[in-house]
């Protein structure tokens, strides 16, 4: 199923992960919001929100899908607010929001400051329970128009092993927050036709969050475009029969019949990948 004159609104879209899902749609024909906080170039990481919404309209130009840069630090409640409304009108709805935008600090109780633990909590739990609140009437709307909506967040399934929690609690917290929205959106919003779904990778992605993790070699890992192909099968199934799913992309590629998954490692022909946290 093509998401082809579908509106995406995507956290976190200047690069990685969200990018990647960014152009994926933008393929099928989709209309993105790329919405994140860069908009001067970054001294370490790439792509700026307009960057990157000019090599998505160029990766859907054959298919006729826009882009729409939004700059928002999604701390900003007013402010979600503001572009939920601003993405809506400028492409007459919002079909899809991919809670991407995320915080990371793999660090102890002592060796967190208390500044990066708001950090992780003010984007990763506030952030995405703001951009879910700000899209919620247009993807009402998309549902009564029979549009098929979803929220989709990158977030790992709920697992309570305490081996998951002991060496970055706060983090695991922030992470699992936006699980709970899932968990709770995903029953709160289902009479609504509102798809509400996790998304976790088998294996770590190779993306700029990789310098928060350290010893961590780029080549033990995947590519973003694992992500992007797992999200865009969840994204184009049936919102009313698919949703409260806490997904593993190998689990959503196999049940489209996608098994051979050497084209997403960073190192052709590695099939030795290092495996993602959260996951015994």
Not at 211 to 221: F, H, L, Q, S, Y
Not at 223 to 243: F, G, N, S, V, Y
């Amino acid at each position: 199923m093509s998401l082809k004159g579908k509106t995406l609104f995507i956290t976190g879209a200047s690069r990685g992960i969200g990018l990647a899902i960014a152009l994926r749609a933008a393929r099928d024909g989709a209309n993105v919001a790329v919405v994140a906080k860069t908009e001067q170039p970054h001294p370490k990481l790439p792509g700026t929100i307009y960057t990157a919404a000019e090599e998505i309209a160029q990766a859907g130009a054959h298919a006729g899908a826009q882009a729409l840069p939004i700059p928002l630090d999604i701390r900003d409640d007013a402010r979600v607010a503001e572009a939920a409304k601003r993405a809506a009108e400028h492409f007459g709805g919002i079909d899809i929001l991919v809670n991407n935008a995320s915080a990371i600090s793999l660090t102890g109780t002592a060796e967190t400051p208390m500044k990066r633990f708001d950090l992780m909590f003010g984007v990763n739990v506030r952030g995405t329970f703001a951009c879910s609140q700000a899209c919620l009437p247009y993807l009402k709307a998309s549902a009564q128009a029979g549009r098929n909506p979803h929220i989709l967040n990158l977030s790992p399934p709920l697992n309570l092993n305490p081996r998951w929690f002991r060496s970055h609690v706060a983090y695991t917290m922030a992470k699992y927050g936006m699980s709970m929205c899932v968990l709770g959106m995903a029953e709160e919003f289902r009479s609504d036709g509102i798809a509400v779904n996790a998304l976790w990778p088998r294996t770590v992605i190779n993306t700029a969050a990789l310098a928060m993790i350290p010893g961590v070699d780029p080549k033990m890992c995947r590519t973003p475009e694992i992500l992007a192909d797992a999200a865009h099968a969840i994204l184009a199934r049936d919102a009313r029969k698919h949703t409260g799913n806490f997904y593993i992309d190998e689990e959503v590629l196999a049940a489209e019949g996608i098994t051979d998954l050497g084209r997403y490692a960073v190192l052709t022909g590695n099939n030795k990948f290092l495996p993602d946290l959260f996951l015994d």
